[in-house]
């Protein structure tokens, strides 16, 4: 089924769960045993009970077929409880692995998260624990009711086999003819899902603009094609479907006929002729079964695959060995880099030194490079050339969740997720009330917090809509500095801010500043600049400038038709009226 190694991550916890499958096909090999008991009951009460007329051996017979069949119903119960656990088990084994490689991807493919891994996890799983898994583990015994049709006859058991080689064609048939489709339908469907996931994440602006029709009209051309692909696909597995039902239903009539015929020529008694009615029946269901479940199969394949190719193209970290608690030094050594999936360079050759404690403002024209350098700078982004070192180790060399509580980072896009306010800053860890309270006074958020409906625990839906985009930016500030970390990284910290924010925010880079914390912070307002250590100036990708904030610092603007620049400034000079100028940052630059 899979392209790849047989050491894939999904093959090893599917191999963890192969006793469960050979427990399933245990009880398979009993219940198919037990399934011979209604064809021997009618041929013992053809043959025996009514020629003798005993009803004491009809009065045994019908008790024992009873708890057989008691037996029978509590196997199929159990085999039944055995998949649905071991669809459980196998999220349970790979949930987390494949919710660390979506989220990897989405950092490799900005702009195109998607948690269609998970769909197809629970398609894969649901598969696993439904019915029409039974039919592999019932197919192996067909050969066996066949031989026992032709024990009774060899022409039943010629008869069968060939009713159960034409259901077999039509099985293979039913796999060429509704493979692609199926797969193709798949595909669009998931494309339509992420497009409406996405529309959805921009529903204001879609409303504003009046944009509507216009996005839901490419909705709908694809999800129109998933339709169409699914409707062909189904009408040819309906074919197939009906046919084969009907076949069967005719078979089964037809080796009735075939038994009249030979008990009127004597080579077959009354009881076998009903017995093999019903045993060409039993034969030809799990080939049945398989056409009817070939849709939810080709479903689970097609899900079985693309996490495959998921966990091949993103493979699980190595751990790596602690290093010790970083002190904030950071050093560039000739990095380039782009954003992942480009080639096109956005930042090249950028060599740079920051000592513990120092803080630097980057500054320039917007695709300059500036929010590439901050992701990089965290490890994000790799970089194509050179490398981000923290303390003399490389930023990949960390491992992320213990380097992730020694930094700050304060995106473009302030993104506050479900929970309370305390959770969102604590990270989402175990929460140290203490930490919180001290990271929002640092932040000047601790008033504006505690003037919420419930404070620290007021609750936040997905994105933080219940506040200003203000306070948004100051909340994730807060989180930003939550436990102390040695490096703080500030992507237009003040973009939202009033004048009120604007001076909170600067108090807290002094504090900062005194406290021995290394920022680097992207900025066009010149509030900012007064009290960094550097001043960096980026111009397509590449350093212009270099200088401390008193020094002549080139902030190249843009005139309104974006062909003149504004003649460098002084930083200590520029008005604040420039505040608002080029006040969002591009997200991809």
Request: aromatic share 6%.
């Amino acid at each position: 089924m899979s392209k790849f190694d047989n050491d894939s991550d999904l093959k090893k916890v599917l191999n963890t769960c192969r006793r469960s499958f050979i427990y399933v096909g245990l009880f398979s090999l009993f219940i198919n045993l037990l399934m011979l008991v209604p064809p021997l009951y009618m041929l013992q009460v053809y043959d025996r009970v009514i020629t003798t007329r005993s009803q004491e051996t009809l009065l045994m017979l019908t008790l024992v077929v009873v708890f057989l069949f008691v037996v029978m119903g509590g196997l199929e119960l159990m085999r039944s409880r055995i998949l649905v656990r071991v669809g459980n088990r196998l999220d349970v084994l790979i949930s987390q692995r494949l919710y660390s490689a979506m989220f990897k991807r989405t950092l490799m493919m900005p702009g195109k998260p998607s948690a269609q891994p998970l769909n197809d996890l629970t398609t894969l799983r649901q598969f696993l624990s439904g019915n029409g898994l039974f039919a592999f583990f019932d197919a192996p015994w067909v050969p066996i009711y066949i031989a026992v049709l032709a024990m009774f006859h060899p022409w039943f058991g010629l008869f069968a086999l060939g009713a159960g080689i034409i259901l077999a064609i039509l099985a293979v048939i039913n796999e060429m003819i509704t493979k692609s489709l199926l797969n193709d339908a798949n595909s669009q469907h998931v494309l339509a899902q992420d497009l409406a996931n996405s529309n959805l994440r921009n529903a204001e602006v879609l409303h504003a603009m009046g944009m509507l029709p216009g996005i839901m009209g490419r909705w709908s051309a694809r999800h129109r094609e998933y339709l169409v692909l699914q409707s062909k696909a189904s009408d040819r597995a309906g074919l197939i479907t009906n046919t084969s039902k009907v076949l069967r239903l005719m078979f089964q009539s037809l080796i009735l006929g075939l038994g009249a015929y030979l008990v009127l020529a004597g080579d077959l008694t009354p009881g076998m002729m009903i017995a093999g009615s019903i045993l060409m029946g039993r034969a030809l269901a799990p080939i049945d079964q398989m056409i009817n479940g070939w849709k939810g199969y080709s479903g689970a394949r097609t899900a079985r695959a693309r996490l495959e190719e998921l966990l091949h193209t993103i493979p699980a970290e190595e751990p790596r060995m602690p290093l010790p608690k970083p002190k904030g030094r950071l050093v560039l050594e000739g990095v380039t880099a782009a954003p992942p999936g480009q080639k096109l360079a956005t930042l090249r050759d950028i060599n740079l030194v920051l000592a513990k404690g120092e803080h630097l403002a980057v500054v320039g024209p917007s695709a300059s490079g500036k929010t590439t350098l901050a992701r990089v700078v965290l490890g994000i982004w790799p970089s194509q050339f050179g490398c981000v070192r923290l303390d003399g180790a490389d930023i990949t060399q960390w491992n992320r969740a213990a380097l992730g509580a020694h930094i700050g980072y304060l995106p473009q896009d302030i993104e506050l997720f479900d929970g309370t306010i305390s959770e969102n800053i604590a990270r989402f860890d175990e929460v140290d009330a203490q930490a919180v309270v001290l990271a929002a006074q640092r932040a000047g958020v601790h008033e504006m917090i505690l003037e919420q409906p419930n404070g620290y625990d007021t609750w936040l839906s997905h994105g933080g809509n219940a506040l200003s985009a203000g306070q948004r930016q100051r909340i994730g500030l807060a989180r930003a500095l939550y436990g102390q970390p040695v490096l703080i990284v500030l992507d237009e910290p003040d973009a939202n801010l009033d004048e009120a924010g604007e001076q909170s925010l600067a108090n807290c880079l002094i504090r900062l500043r005194q406290e021995g914390t290394t920022a680097l912070i992207i900025t066009h307002r010149s509030r900012l600049l007064h009290n960094v250590d550097k001043v960096l100036v980026l111009r397509e990708g590449q350093i212009s400038s270099l200088k401390p904030p008193t020094r002549m610092a080139p902030v190249t603007k843009m005139t309104a038709d974006g062909n003149r620049p504004v003649q460098p400034q002084r930083v200590a000079a520029l008005k604040p009226s420039a505040r608002g100028r080029n006040s969002s940052e591009d997200t991809q630059s």
